[in-house]
Nanobody
Framework: VQLQASGGGSVQAGGSLRLSCVAS????????MGWYRQAPGKQREWVAT???????NYVDSVKGRFTIPRDNAKNTVYLQMNGLKPEDTAVYYC????????WGQGTQVTVSS
């Protein structure tokens, strides 16, 4: 499975961005897609996941601010980020899981105060 992420950019605190991640290749109907992020000097951390059935989970630090909708017909997962904070600055990666994990390239999100 190949993943193509897009939508990063620079915004001021309080702003919004929407990331997109399109999966291609051998896509199974039952899968989990998600977003991770890695800030400079820190380990990659999990942000949010959504199953093909629509079950979502979020890290506590983004609950109430981020949502992770998906469009199964387009094999696309999004990360809608509202109320962005400087601590959300990171490279964001999408992934796909069914028996094994595939990763997309990162997309940079920079939030200035």
């Amino acid at each position: 499975v190949q993943l193509q992420a897009s939508g990063g950019g620079s915004v001021q605190a309080g702003g919004s961005l929407r990331l997109s991640c399109v999966a291609s290749g051998r896509i199974f109907s039952v899968n989990t897609m998600g977003w991770y992020r890695q800030a400079p000097g820190k380990q990659r951390e999990w942000v949010a996941t959504i199953t093909s059935g629509g079950t979502t989970n979020y890290v506590d630090s983004v609950k109430g601010r981020f949502t992770i909708p998906r469009d199964n017909a387009k094999n696309t997962v999004y990360l809608q980020m509202n109320g962005l904070k400087p601590e959300d600055t990171a490279v964001y990666y999408c992934n796909y899981y069914y028996r094994q994990t595939s990763w997309g390239q990162g997309t940079q999100v920079t939030v200035s105060s």
